[in-house]
């Protein structure tokens, strides 16, 4: 019996570790022309991923609030760019309190998208990877890329605090 006793506690341990969510801090990264790319620290999203639960905090200029989208679903691999790129989608995007609150017209019917892990594997690990170096940040975790009218508007680069 006290065997049994000892062989469920780390079986215990390991999955409420596997529950955790994973909280990543996300940097906009902007293209500077001739100069590659730099980091713009007041524009950020606080990305937070929990199994299929995924919630963002985002502030970005072009709002005049904390924005953030309403769903966030996986994508399914369909061969479309987009489908190799993120893994999940997200929509509807409305202020964190619910409360009214303007945009500029650019983000109406804006989306997002959210990369995998990123690993020397990742479809576009060399590109992240170069504009990192350009930017002087460490290569990111995950991206959270907003798009509107089918472009990318906001770049975001996430690495877990």
Known sequence: MKTARYLLFPCLLMSTAALAADTYQCVLIKDAGKDG???????????????????????????????????CTPLSKDGSNFSRWFESECRELGSTDGKSYMFEPFLYGAYAGISPVITPDYVLYKEIADASKSAGVAVPERTFIIYAERKPIYEFFCRKP
């Open 37 to 71: 790319y730099k980091q713009d620290a007041t524009q950020r999203v606080e990305l937070t991923i929990d199994g299929s639960n995924i919630t963002q905090r985002i502030r970005i200029e072009a709002a005049t609030k904390e924005v953030h989208f309403k769903t």
